[in-house]
């Protein structure tokens, strides 16, 4: 990260000026002193039209731009923006993290996206490489006698990028296939002989590779594990840095512990490896290992490798998304299926009785009224009780249900003028701070019992 930084300080004047755009008066006041106590010289604004004529008067480093905006669209506010300046990094922040705002804001020219409420931490880190970025280019453009060749890996890299953003795993929930694609793209567009993804394991004591791709063999495997405690130095630098850029990996000592059982025998001698987070969390690493004499990571190629790790980042927060829905979906269904074919009645309530949010289908066969009846009129099945146990009942289903002491037998008069016993037991259900929120209970019919 050391050129990265390099280049940022060389051009201060234009990159340190971050332009926030947020119609939240109190977000815009947080992110102006979280960036401010950063050395950035920030101005913010609550509206598109603002932020169009700030971009036309100053040289922003780069733009924090929120999705929702009073008098134009953000997307609409980006596109503008690049037109005036097209090197100008745009971070995206919005609180609706729909494919349209995240995977959209990319394919749309986007720097980064970030979902509110934000992590502080993870802007600053995203902030740092905007600023790079744009520090790059600013450089690039001062920089002549480098510019062919700088600007021919860049127009790589951003087509390599722009095709990766377009590839339909990336836009579902087909982790494999999309890391597969990630180190392949990595690989072939920085012409580096092995790229390949690790994961943490959940006791973080260990990285395991999902997925390593051979340049000149074209070839993936999967597998090999290395421990915390064998490599501790490397562990210790990965939580801390945006980036692991290693030009003499046997020497550097975040990656020299790697230099006996794991660089020399594969011919290993620089590496570039990128922590991927989730949510501030470290997930993972994206890793890069040259093959053959000593290389230097030039400042675009991190810049690169920072892309491609949060494409990589973004992959698996879509995986885990999806694993969590079908696991959801799963327990629904399963529980319908219970809760449908059991013979009592499965319901649940809000403690103050206004609201009935499930009912088994046993509440029609028992009640002898349809289910539909219950959600529309919540306390209709007060209703069917006996006259004698009607206010028994409601006055126990209003003082001890969210004690979890309910527990009581009563009369039902079905509309057949049949009568039924019910035991009906209830037990309260707590949200995150205790509170209850939830009713459910079970209720049985007795009658046989007690004839």
């Not at 002989?193 to 495997?221: G, M, P």
């Not at 064998?230 to 550097?252: G, I, M």
């Not at 146990?389 to 969210?402: F, G, K, N, P």
Request: charged residues 25%.
């Amino acid at each position: 990260m050391g050129d990265l930084a390099m280049s940022t300080d060389a051009v201060m004047t234009a990159a340190t000026h971050v332009l926030i755009v947020d119609d939240d008066p109190d977000i815009r006041e947080a992110l102006s002193d979280l960036l401010e106590r950063e050395g950035y010289r920030v101005h913010a604004v609550g509206a598109g039209l603002e932020a169009i004529q700030q971009v036309t008067q100053i040289h922003y480093g780069a733009v924090v731009l929120d999705i929702k905006l009073p008098d134009l669209d953000g997307l609409s506010v980006m596109k503008v923006l690049t037109q005036l300046d097209p090197k100008l990094p745009i971070i995206v922040l919005t609180a609706y993290a729909t494919e349209e705002n995240t995977i959209g804001s990319l394919k749309k020219g986007a720097f980064a996206y970030q979902t509110k409420p934000y992590n502080p931490e993870e802007i600053k880190a995203t902030l740092r490489r905007a600023v790079a970025v744009k520090a790059l280019a600013v450089k690039a453009e001062t920089a002549e006698s480098a510019l062919s060749e700088s600007e021919d890996r860049y127009r790589r890299q951003n087509a390599a990028l722009l095709a990766l953003t377009r590839t339909e795993a990336l836009q579902t929930a087909d982790l494999w296939t999309a890391l597969r694609q990630i180190s392949e793209v990595d690989a072939n567009t920085l012409g580096v002989e092995r790229v390949s993804f690790w994961r943490l394991n959940e006791d973080r004591t260990a990285i395991r590779c999902v997925d390593l791709y051979e340049l000149s063999a074209n070839r993936h495997s999967s597998g090999q594990e290395l421990i915390a405690g064998n490599y501790p130095a490397y562990f210790r630098a990965l939580p801390q840095s945006d980036l692991v850029a290693a030009d003499d990996a046997h020497r550097d000592p975040r990656t020299s512990e790697f230099s006996e059982s794991y660089l020399t025998p594969l011919g290993i001698t620089s590496m570039m490896d990128v922590p991927v987070s989730l949510n501030g969390v470290l997930v993972g690493v994206l890793c890069h290992e040259h093959v053959g004499p000593a290389r230097q990571w030039t400042p675009d190629e991190q810049t690169f490798a920072l892309a491609m790790a949060s494409l990589a980042a973004l992959t698996v927060g879509q995986w885990e998304r999806q694993r969590a829905e079908d696991a959801l979906r799963e327990s629904e269904e399963r529980f319908r299926q219970v809760a449908e074919n059991i013979r009592e009645v499965f319901w649940m309530t809000d403690p103050e009785k206004k609201q009935m949010i499930y009912v088994s289908p046993a509440y029609a066969d028992i009640w002898g009224r349809s289910c539909e009846s219950l959600y529309a009129s919540p306390r209709s099945w007060l209703d069917a009780i006996h006259p004698d146990d009607r206010t028994r009942v409601l006055e126990a289903a209003l003082t001890r249900q969210a004690s979890g002491e309910y527990d009581e037998e009563y009369r039902i008069v079905r509309p057949d003028g049949a009568i039924r016993w019910i035991h009906d037991r209830a037990f309260p259900i707590r949200d995150h701070s205790g509170k209850v929120y939830r009713i459910a209970g079970i209720a049985a019919c007795i009658t046989e019992r007690k004839q």
